[in-house]
């Protein structure tokens, strides 16, 4: 460790903005995003969620930033460098690791569905065909072991294949090839959605709030959702941060950041909702929407096959930025605090999380009975575990962290190292303080039964 090379930084903050802004848009933003503002009921569901995004999620994004800017390190060693060897505070960090390890395992199974789609959009088979016939496609996909298999491990020698490259020449270099080919591709289904006969019934969806539909379930589906989608309580942020030189001005960046994934889940519901009211579909159909409803609205369109191809193509691309992330977590905490090399490291890690996947996917084949807990299969365990709990607490021991122990000075000097600002850091510090904490907890106590 102490002969170290030099550490690794991001060749300009253009890199960085996209690199970030490829983690936190993915299969969230443009699978769970869409589903979930359908089954709340649209408008009034957005709003709380922007709300969420604003008040929980950007501190907590600023405040990882922070640490790993700070610490110069992984998230584990971070954490140390702040702190001192041995500090508690360490085990934030490795709770991000081993969230980011095991949502990195079952994200690869769906995103491989993608890559399936893409085949298949590719291939013809989706034209021509049946509502019904294209439901059972779907349902004969996830109930093939060999088939999701094969795709997640391709997915994951991809994912593997990129971080093999390193900060600048695989991270950085393929999110600014992926993330302006998507937001391209977004832009023309959107146009799409926009030019169909459902517009206007998608934009009052969207946007006209009826606030009768706010439940207290829909609540935490929000603030749930914005941790998931921002990447937050993972390390990857922490991870990501640390990459930074130490003059860049983090309220910006983050607020870039967060602009760009919010516009993409806006985008991607404004591209999906139109087509599936002008088909007369229902909008809260569930994690089927983006792999049963769209194929089915988009095989009626002209070009619908190659309008279904570019839509696959942008889930995987989504998906593969955030992947990235998930793997560079664990690898940064090998090469910075075991002294790995960046080969080993990564093909190791991408060899384990795939195995630790391989009971995800055959929870909706061979296992799809086998519930080992709380009558759930491993897929929706692993799930709840990481969803539900492990990024909500990480982000509120982040918050707890920047709120009441980092030495108040130390944060300051680091928040206005390029942009002095005197409203941000009282503002940041009291979100982070009571706002972030009080948010968790509800969430929490709800999850556990224990309240609401
Ligand atoms: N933000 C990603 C998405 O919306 O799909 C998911 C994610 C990536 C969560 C990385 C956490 C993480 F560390």
């Known amino acids: ?16 903005v996209l690199a970030a802004a490829g983690s936190a848009i993915g299969l969230g ?20 969620y922007l709300l969420c995004i604003v008040l929980v999620g950007l501190p907590i994004m600023m405040a990882e930033f ?13 954490f140390e460098s702040l702190e001192g ?38 291939s013809g088979s989706l034209g021509g065909k049946t509502p019904e016939q294209i439901n059972d496609l779907f349902g004969a996909l996830v109930a093939d072991p060999g088939r999701v298999i094969f ?42 959605g ?61 607020v870039r950041i967060t602009l ?20 007369g579909l229902e909008p809260g159909s569930g994690p089927g929407l983006v792999f049963q409803t769209i194929p089915i609205v988009l095989a009626g369109l002209p070009f619908g096959s190659f309008l279904a191809l570019i839509f696959f193509i942008l889930l995987a691309f989504a998906a593969l930025s955030s992947s990235i992330s998930m793997l560079e977590v664990s690898v940064a905490y090998l090469i910075d605090e075991k002294g790995w090399r960046r080969n080993r490291a990564t093909v190791l890690v991408g060899s384990l999380a795939f195995v630790l996947g391989i009971p995800s996917a055959l929870s909706f084949n061979r296992w799809a009975e086998l519930k080992p807990l709380f009558d759930r299969t491993f897929f929706d365990l692993f799930d709840l575990l990481v969803s539900s709990y492990m990024l909500p607490l990480g982000g509120m021991f982040v918050a707890l962290y920047a709120g009441w122990f980092w030495k108040g000075e130390e944060e300051k000097n680091e928040l206005a190292a390029s942009a002095p600002r005197p409203w941000l850091f009282p503002v940041w510090h009291f ?17 556990m039964g224990i309240w609401g």
């Open 431 to 447: 979100l982070l303080r009571y706002i972030t904490p009080a948010a968790v907890l509800i969430i929490l106590l709800n999850q």
């Open 260 to 279: 760009l994934d919010t516009l993409v889940a806006l985008l991607a519901g404004l591209a999906i909702f139109p087509v599936v009211f002008a088909a």
């Open 151 to 192: 795709w997640q491990f391709l997915f994951m020698a991809a994912t593997v294949g990129i971080v093999l490259g390193g900060v600048r020449g695989g991270i950085e270099r393929w999110s600014k090839i992926l993330m302006p080919v998507l937001f391209l591709l977004l832009l023309l289904l959107f146009i799409r």
């Open 29 to 48: 933003n443009i699978w769970k995003f869409p589903y979930i503002t359908g089954k709340n009921g649209g408008g009034a569901f957005v709003l709380v």
């Open 194 to 254: 926009m030019s169909s006969p459902g517009a206007q019934a998608g934009l009052e969806f969207m946007f006209r709030p009826d606030f009768s539909r706010i439940t207290p379930e829909a609540l935490l589906d929000a603030l749930g959702h914005a941790f998931f989608t921002l990447s937050l309580g993972a390390a990857t942020m922490i991870t990501y941060g640390s990459y930074l030189p130490p003059d860049s001005d983090l309220f910006t960046l983050s």
């Open 66 to 78: 922070l640490i790993g800017r700070h610490g110069q390190r992984d998230a584990v060693g971070s």
């Open 85 to 122: 060897k041995g500090s508690p505070w360490r085990l934030v960090g490795w709770g991000g690791v081993a969230a980011s390890f095991i949502l990195l395992s079952f994200y690869a199974v769906v995103a491989g569905w993608s890559f399936d789609y893409i085949f298949k959009s590719a």
């Open 1 to 16: 460790m102490n002969n170290r090379i030099e550490r690794a930084h991001w060749a300009s903050r253009f890199g960085f």
